[in-house]
């Protein structure tokens, strides 16, 4: 089958960087666009696109002000809808914190004909360099240039572990990698893989880490590895501390990755010490005042909601002491979760509801 939704270059030469998003998903999205915007060098030129479905025409608008005044930057929402008219997209396995839109990605290689690779970046990121310095990176005949989950790779369970030799065909799971950040070559995907055959992967070896665990499927033994500074998950000291340019990435990190719970624009998140890099560009975006009333609401309803948390991870962690095997780890991993949010949001009652992350 064949797409003929494809869209042109909004240059003749450009750096292009690619977003999945919806509404729900706004305000990291033009965070980590202000701050790509910001970074980004007069010498390029920078072709942003947000692969979204029903977008409201307001933020889009939002985004265009994220442009003003550079001529070498476009920023374009395009819909993805003629795509998901050809699949039902219920069969995707999703989650709580994880819509169909994490399989936009997917898309790609169709959909930007005019590019031979192109950059895949997660929204609840920031940026802390010129994009363009990970863009130039040689990464050969390789499917894409990616780094590690060394969060994943950390703590892998005998079952995961099972689940990432078996069905996904990793002998290796040290390779297993994070795919908020992707450095794509498009030549090579579009000739190994039509969008039909991902969309099929999609739903057979989607079922845990969703995209991520497809494009690990589909790429090992075929990735170039990045330095860990253009995907540093929380500027986290005793995951990157161990592994190779792991100090780089705690001193001097090229993106910041807020992946799972604890988001910096909500409740306690946001007094992390990796979150100073967010609110650093939070506040000069278009739309930093919807961005601080929604973080106010939240650490409101977050100390209102504390005795409900603390109940919680009490019955986590007594669920953890009598159940065995795969759910006394599920538990014990949900307990020592809600535990880090009981700690965030006590600190965050004591420094008053009403402080700001940005204020000393």
Known sequence: MSFKNTLPAAFPKAVPVIFGADDTFFIPL???????????????NYDIVVLANKFRPEFAALLDRIAEGRPNVSIRVHDVAPFLARWDMSKLKTGHRLTSAAYYRLFIPELMQDYRKALYIDGDTVLLEDIAHLYEVEIGA????????YNIIRDMSPSFKAHVQGLLGMADTTQYFNSGVLLLNLDAIRRDFPLEFLMEQAELKGAKHHDQDVLNSL????THFLPPRWNCMWQNEELYAPVEGGREALDSPALVHYPGSGK??????????AAKHYWKYAL??????????????????SIAELPTLRRRQLWYQFLASILWGRKRRHYTAKAAD????????KQLKSEEAGTLPWQD
């Open 142 to 149: 390789c499917y894409a240039g990616v780094v590690r989950d």
């Open 284 to 301: 000069r975006c278009p739309y930093a005042d919807e961005i601080v009333r929604v973080y106010r609401e939240s650490c409101r309803r």
């Open 219 to 222: 790429f090992y033994g075929n």
């Open 338 to 345: 809600v535990k880090l949010s009981v700690e965030d949001v």
């Open 30 to 44: 033009v965070v980590c666009i202000q701050s790509l915007v910001e970074n980004a060098s007069a010498e390029n």
């Open 264 to 273: 910096p624009w909500l409740r306690g998140g946001s007094i992390r010490a």
